[in-house]
């Protein structure tokens, strides 16, 4: 905003870089927990062919992550919607900005509180998110099932209109052939020459002594450079935090645990039911076709229309909010940990199904020793992702309002909300070092591990 005085410019960037936050992440998680499972016996034969970076990239990794980028690509589209009032709507230092789009109209009509407006643009956005899930998503999941690592094809596969539409249509084969092969060829070779030159010149400064020492002056070089552009803000940073004082800083640190206890609280009741729900759509193509358009609908569906009726709900009912607020963060977050665990079931081997028909596998022995093992790298996938997600929904769950009625959490998010919507530069300041702080820590010392032993442990090979 500062950088493009007097225009929205400013503000319609802020608002794509919130919506980025909401979607890159979990689909980043994703291609990583594809990167670190892939099988010994591929990666083997990947350096048996002599693979280069590209060619490893094009003919190994992305195919093997293929059905996960789907399923996380669906579900980061889908936070984009669950953010898009809180990204189109921005208050900050004291102003209102409105971007013309849907979710700038959802959010007046909530802070009015017009319910035909609000069911107008709930409306609407079913329509858009069911259109483009006929229309791009559920054609994507047909054709990346081509990418399932199995030595046997079940009987029952997942179907689509417009898959097949697009798979006979003439024009689209004539596409193909003329345009999209001969793009793609091109681009392959470009991409083969430049990594094949860029291994080359690597080979050779690796062997050179005074190649060594000109790597060693230029790391020393970036090291300056990003001391001098870091140095001066991160001093007044500092500065900032020591008058601000002790006090204030530890009792953002207990509101950072409070909302820590409803991140974990929601995760895991939102493991509770979307487990078991999203190995049955996973393992079932019929049940898959039949549910991937309401789940994606429900995913996508912003959580701040609801947000209004929850309060007068609570408000009506005398709920502790403290409380409340945990069933507002799962809205943001389950469907992390569903769309995750959907690609995992969906990424199990037919043949290893067949094998736990032969052995007559069966009940808890069955999700014990069979299923729980097959989908854990995903479900770590979407715990984590879920857990940023709803770190990410607190700033809006545990402070919402319906016309003269506003409910407050004791939580960070509440914390951050109140002194963004002030302008308060010390309370933001603390609010997001605190965030960070936790959040890094729990990264290193739960989601780590986890990692580690998907990676180790629970992983086809």
């Known amino acids: 905003m500062a950088a493009f005085p007097h225009s929205l410019f400013g503000v319609e960037c802020a608002s794509i870089l919130a919506i980025?936050?909401?979607?890159?992440?979990?689909?980043?998680?994703?291609?990583?927990?594809?990167?670190?499972?892939?099988?010994?016996?591929?990666?083997?034969?990947?350096?048996?062919?002599?693979?280069?970076?590209?060619?490893?990239?094009?003919?190994?990794?992305?195919?093997?992550?293929?059905?996960?980028?789907i399923w996380n690509g669906m579900m980061s589209f889908g936070g984009g919607w669950f953010f898009l009032a809180a990204s189109e709507a921005i208050s900050v230092l004291g102003e209102d900005i409105h971007l013309p789009g849907i979710g700038s109209y959802l959010a007046v009509a909530v802070d009015s509180g017009n319910i035909q407006a609000m069911l107008y643009a709930m409306v609407t956005m079913l329509v858009m998110i069911l259109l483009v899930d006929q229309f791009f998503w559920r054609p994507l999941v047909v054709w990346g099932q081509r990418f399932k690592l199995e030595l046997s094809e079940s009987d029952i596969q997942p179907t689509s209109f417009v898959y097949n539409i697009l798979y006979k249509s003439f024009i689209v084969q004539w596409l193909y052939h003329r345009l999209f092969v001969p793009l793609g060829r091109s681009v392959n070779k470009i991409a083969m020459r430049s990594v094949d030159k860029i291994d080359d010149v690597s080979e050779m400064y690796r062997k050179t002594p005074e190649a060594l020492t000109g790597q060693r002056i230029a790391k020393v070089i970036v090291i300056i450079f990003f001391i001098w552009l870091l140095y001066k803000p991160a001093m007044e940073a500092t500065a900032m935090l020591y008058n601000i004082g002790m006090s204030e800083i530890s009792g953002a640190f207990m509101l950072g645990l409070c909302t820590a206890g409803r991140v974990f609280t929601a995760l895991l009741l939102g493991a509770l039911w979307t487990i078991p729900v999203g190995v049955k759509i996973g393992l079932n193509p019929k049940l898959s076709q039949k549910m991937q358009p309401i789940v994606q609908m429900a995913a996508s569906f912003p959580a701040n229309m609801l947000f209004p009726f929850i309060t007068i709900l609570f408000v009506q009912y005398n709920v502790d909010f403290e409380y409340g607020s945990i069933l507002l963060m799962m809205l943001g977050t389950q469907w992390y940990i569903l769309f995750n665990v959907i690609a995992g079931a969906m990424s199990i081997p037919n043949d290893l199904l067949e094998a736990a028909d032969v052995f007559e596998l069966a009940g808890w022995k069955k999700w014990r020793s069979f299923i729980l093992p097959s989908i854990f790298p995903n479900l770590v996938t979407g715990l984590i992702t879920a857990s940023g997600g709803a770190w990410n929904a607190s700033i809006v769950s545990e402070l919402v309002s319906w016309k003269d009625i506003t409910l407050t959490a004791s939580g960070i998010g509440a914390y951050i909300n109140s002194s963004t919507s002030s302008g308060n530069w010390n309370e933001i300041l603390v609010g997001l070092t605190v965030m960070c702080v936790i959040v890094v820590f729990i990264n290193h010392f739960l989601w780590h591990k986890l990692y580690y032993l998907a990676q180790t442990k629970y992983h086809l090979d």
């Open 20 to 69: 980025f936050t909401g979607q890159a992440w979990n689909m980043t998680f994703s291609f990583y927990h594809s990167l670190i499972t892939i099988p010994k016996d591929l990666t083997e034969a990947s350096q048996m062919l002599h693979f280069n970076a590209w060619r490893r990239f094009i003919n190994l990794e992305l195919p093997i992550s293929a059905i996960g980028l």
